[in-house]
Structure formats: C-alpha cells, structure tokens
C-alpha cells in the first residue's frame, strides 16, 4: 500500500496570511495548526483554516510541489485556491 503525502495552503481568518506546508498525515497536521500544538509561524499568526491541499503517492514529489508554491507569486497562490475552494472555506471538517 502506498502512503500518500499532501501538500496543503492554510490561511487566517482574513485571508491575509497564507502557510504552505508538506505532511504524510493531513488530519493530524492541521489539527497541530488548529490547537497551536507545535510554536511557530502558524500559532504566532493564527493561520489554522485548510483551504486548499493536493495529494502526492510520493514524498519527493510532494516537497517539490511545496517548493514550488513556496516560490510561486502571491496571485498564483490565490489562483490555485481560488480554483480548488472558491468560497475560501475551512476545509478540515471535510477530511476528518
């Protein structure tokens, strides 16, 4: 069985501040974000809504696309959600 890995964009309530982050366990790790389990960017700037995220079959794979929404402008970010969540909504209940 092949684990999958997700690549996922969290953003605050605003929508001001975007988070771009790699994981093998989605629903653990957004709830990490959610509760401010691990310090950091996420917890400082309150970002814990899952608004968009891709599934990869392979890490590699999965820490290349990271990078390169990492890398990407602002508007091809927003592009990208606007696309999969156009309402911007909190997706996490739909994966638990």
């Not at 990492?70 to 909504?89: C, R, V, Y």
Request: charged share 30%; hydrophobic share 35%; with cysteine.
């Amino acid at each position: 069985m092949i684990k999958p890995y997700y690549v996922y964009i969290l953003s605050n309530k605003r929508h001001a501040v975007l988070y771009t982050g790699v994981t093998n366990d989605l629903k653990r790790r957004v709830y990490e974000h959610k509760e401010k389990l691990i310090p950091g960017f996420t917890a400082s700037y309150k970002v814990n809504e899952l608004v968009y995220y891709e599934e990869c079959r392979d890490i590699k794979v999965a820490i290349a696309r990271e990078k390169q929404i990492k890398g990407g402008t602002g508007q091809k970010k927003l592009d990208l959600i606007n696309g999969f969540n156009p309402e911007w909504s909190d997706l996490f209940e739909q994966i638990i």
